[in-house]
């Protein structure tokens, strides 16, 4: 199983979901948290893409409230910090407590409702576990920037070519040479800074490790899957040649870019430009991570688009990120829609970050768009 999906099935195990209830007191129902979603107006979306952050790179750094693992952290649908609690010695004992905890809250007048949660059944407020597998950021960048020569690739794919054996290179350097050799060729139309966020999926989506592979079958440093290697017409002895899996998610990140434009300028096409190019950044991100046809839904689907159409005529009260968000949030429960889907993109936006924090590239132009 992949760093990303080991992360994905911990958050689905360990984090209780829920939202608040027009009845506090009344008894729970496994639809409840769906419900509450539904009810909740859509400036609760300001601040969340932050808080998020926030609360995520907590778990990805092991800092913060999140500096001892054995915790749980509680947040409210702003995604803001609420409280924490320790563990207890099994799964009934934590879930207690963070029922316990959501109670407290609520008679402290710390959040409008509270929904018990227990198995088959989610709570509220939201809660997080700080003990979940994911990247080691500092390795992954280390690993990613070539810090050791054993680090450092050389190879040919297709027409392309990089770096030799007596000179290798950065995973860094390999990314940039696969993407500006596309966009050369006008084989690319993707916003500016998607190549930044394409580094960031490396650094969640397997480390870096080139043999990184999945439960589920996905593999690479790009955790893609075998359909996905296929629709590249990458053969099976490729599968894990780290320059076709670049070139394989910029062309699977394209055909996303073409299939999403329409929809996505006649929604949100009055946007300024550069919030525009954010967030159908961030979308395509989303994109990647749960398809494009569930992304596209959040843009025309009758139901589904309700928040869009929402942020799209008050965009100036919302930041790109918190727009990105909103149209999950307002959704969870559809579509397959989680919590997950809001994490992975915070986590890629953390990882760029990390990125963009190293010395090598803090001031380069890579990093002009963090």
């Known amino acids: 199983m992949s760093l990303r999906q080991l992360c994905v099935f911990f958050t689905l195990a360990w984090a209780t979901l829920?939202?608040?209830?027009?009845?506090?007191?009344?008894?729970?129902?496994?639809?409840?948290?769906?419900?509450?979603?539904?009810?909740?107006?859509?400036?609760?979306?300001q601040g969340v893409y932050s808080n998020v952050l926030t609360i995520r790179g907590w778990?990805?750094?092991?800092s913060g409230y999140c500096a001892e693992t054995d915790r749980h952290i509680l947040f409210d649908m702003r995604g803001q910090f609420l409280a924490w609690i320790s563990d207890g010695s099994d799964r009934e004992e934590t879930q207690a407590r963070l029922n316990s905890t959501r109670k407290t809250l609520f008679d402290d007048n710390r959040t409008d409702t509270w929904l018990p949660g227990k198995t088959g059944q989610t709570g509220y407020p939201f809660a997080l576990a700080c003990d979940q597998p994911h990247v080691n950021l500092d390795e992954a960048v280390a690993r990613y920037l070539g810090t050791l020569p054993s680090e450092r690739i050389w190879g040919a794919w297709?027409?392309?070519?990089?770096?030799s054996s007596g000179q290798p290179e950065s995973l860094h350097n390999a990314l940039r040479y696969v993407a500006q050799t596309r966009q050369d060729q006008n084989r690319l139309d993707l916003p500016r800074e998607l190549p930044l966020y394409l580094a960031g999926q490396i650094l969640i989506e397997s480390g870096g490790q080139a043999r990184a592979h999945s439960g589920a079958n996905a593999r690479g440093i790009l955790q893609l899957s075998p359909s996905a290697l296929s629709d590249c017409r990458i053969k099976p002895r490729n599968y894990w040649h780290r320059l076709a899996q670049i070139d394989c998610a910029l062309r699977l990140m394209n055909q996303n870019a073409r299939n999403l434009e329409p929809a996505f300028a006649e929604r949100f096409g009055h946007l300024p430009e550069t919030k525009q190019q954010r967030l159908f950044t961030l979308l395509l991100?989303?994109?990647?991570?749960?398809?494009?046809?569930?992304?596209?839904?959040?843009?025309?689907?009758?139901?589904?688009?309700?928040p869009a159409a929402y942020f799209a005529e008050?965009?100036?009260r919302f930041t790109a990120g918190d727009i990105a968000f909103g149209m999950v949030f307002h959704n969870l429960g559809r579509d397959r829609l989680g919590l997950a889907s809001l994490y992975y993109v915070a986590d890629v936006q953390l990882a760029t970050e990390a990125l963009c924090r190293s010395p090598r590239l803090n001031t380069t132009d890579f990093c002009a768009w963090k």
């Open 18 to 45: 829920g939202t608040a209830s027009a009845n506090p007191e009344k008894t729970a129902t496994s639809d409840d948290w769906t419900q509450v979603v539904r009810s909740s107006p859509y400036w609760v979306s």
């Open 59 to 62: 778990v990805l750094k092991e």
């Open 158 to 163: 297709d027409d392309l070519s990089f770096a």
């Open 285 to 306: 991100i989303q994109a990647y991570h749960g398809g494009a046809g569930r992304v596209e839904a959040l843009l025309i689907d009758e139901a589904l688009s309700k």
């Open 314 to 316: 008050h965009h100036d």
